[in-house]
């Protein structure tokens, strides 16, 4: 399961978003977040979230020298516009700076096409979701209840088709896995 996501990943990257793929940062680059979800369960990503470690340098190099056009997200960090679309792309400082829940700790490798597990192993162990932290969103506003159900209701889509046994055998035997 996890290789065919890895490929589909990557697919749909090219296919949308190549100038990000064809572009050398000097670090790994990542993708996180509804994106990896979304395909993992066969529906078209809203948005696309990407991040490389410790290099935010690397990330306005890679905006000044494509002259893409940008502004803030709400935690201060590129929101690139690409026609339709924006991408947010970002530095943190480790795995848990964009983990609130468990479902949210798995990561892509898109440089050397393999994942991280932060979290979601976690989901694969114990079936729930859990929330890691809650300091971002007022857990009571409208986004919060949003984002929790549809959290929900991915995990309620996995465990009713074979993905969920699938990703839990790929996790245990540590297919397609960075340690």
Partial sequence: MLKELGQKIERYLLKNYPIFMNYEYGSDLYICGGAIRDLMIGHEPKDVDLFLLNNKEAILNFINKNNLNYRQNSFGDPK??????????????????????????????????????????????????????????????????????????????????SIFESLKNDYQNREMILE
């Fill in 80 to 161: 690139i516009l690409l026609s339709d679309k924006e991408i947010d792309f970002f530095s943190i400082n480790n795995f848990s700076d964009v983990i609130m829940y468990n479902v949210d700790g798995l990561f892509y490798n898109l440089t050397k096409h393999k994942f991280v597990m932060k979290g979601f192993e976690n989901v694969l162990e114990c079936g729930e979701v859990i929330p890691v932290k809650t300091k971002f969103i007022h857990p009571s506003s409208a986004r919060a209840t949003e984002r929790r159900h549809k959290i929900y209701e991915f995990v309620n889509i996995i465990k009713k088709n």
